[in-house]
T-cell receptor, first 113, second 112 residues
Framework: EAQVTQNPRYLITVTGKKLTVTCSQNMNHEYMSWYRQDPGLGLRQIYYSMNVEVTDKGDVPEGYKVSRKEKRNFPLILESPSPNQTSLYFC????????????FGPGTRLTVL | GENVEQHPSTLSVQEGDSAVIKCTYSDSASNYFPWYKQELGKRPQLIIDIRSNVGEKKDQRIAVTLNKTAKHFSLHITETQPEDSAVYFCATFSSNTGKLIFGQGTTLQVKP
């Protein structure tokens, strides 16, 4: 089954404790991105990748890192999480880029205390 | 910079009525306009999209209209059903910036 997966689905952590949210897709998509969803603000892009080893900042990249060592995986790293990073995070992938269907993962609910 | 405004933020309709959600954008180079539906606790999923060379597109009970001159596009849902209850996001892609920008979302409630 074609899909995008994320882990963990739920995470409660404390300020400053490094964490990684994994994202994987099995559709051989080149384009992948991370979004955060906050009430009243919609979906905002954090980072994106157009291919292996090619990543760039989105609209809200501060406090986040990413890597793309393999085509299927695009982990999101929070090296020193802060309470303002409490949010719902979605990974997405697409075949032809941003003017194409975005396939979202199931989401990760992160709480930073 | 580029901006997408979505209205209303919440919308409540009776089952069987129509619902309309509108988005306005500022970047004249925008040429792709998708709509995503997010059911409670689920991921956003594409329900319909339109490109700038088309003024209207329909898929059963949903339709999207685009007015490039006024820089707005709308989602129309006819004969609404309780399963249409969800958050709907519009988005625009600009060929100038290469970015996909989402609106703030509209929570639609369809009352039986």
């Amino acid at each position: 089954e074609a899909q995008v997966t994320q882990n963990p689905r739920y995470l409660i952590t404390v300020t400053g404790k490094k964490l990684t949210v994994t994202c994987s897709q099995n559709m051989n998509h080149e384009y992948m991105s991370w979004y955060r969803q906050d009430p009243g603000l919609g979906l905002r892009q954090i980072y994106y990748s157009m291919n292996v080893e090619v990543t760039d900042k989105g609209d809200v990249p501060e406090g986040y890192k990413v890597s793309r060592k393999e085509k299927r995986n695009f982990p999101l790293i929070l090296e020193s999480p802060s309470p303002n990073q409490t949010s719902l995070y979605f990974c997405a992938s697409s075949f032809r880029g941003w003017a194409d269907t975005q396939y979202f993962g199931p989401g990760t609910r992160l709480t930073v205390l | 910079g580029e901006n997408v405004e979505q209205h209303p933020s919440t919308l409540s309709v009776q089952e069987g009525d129509s619902a309309v959600i509108k988005c306005t954008y500022s970047d004249s180079a925008s040429n792709y306009f998708p709509w995503y539906k997010q059911e409670l606790g689920k991921r956003p999923q594409l329900i319909i999209d339109i490109r700038s060379n088309v003024g209207e597109k329909k898929d059963q009970r949903i339709a999207v209209t685009l007015n490039k001159t006024a820089k707005h596009f709308s989602l129309h849902i006819t004969e609404t059903q309780p399963e249409d209850s969800a958050v709907y996001f519009c988005a625009t892609f600009s060929s100038n910036t290469g970015k996909l920008i989402f609106g703030q979302g509209t929570t639609l409630q369809v009352k039986p």
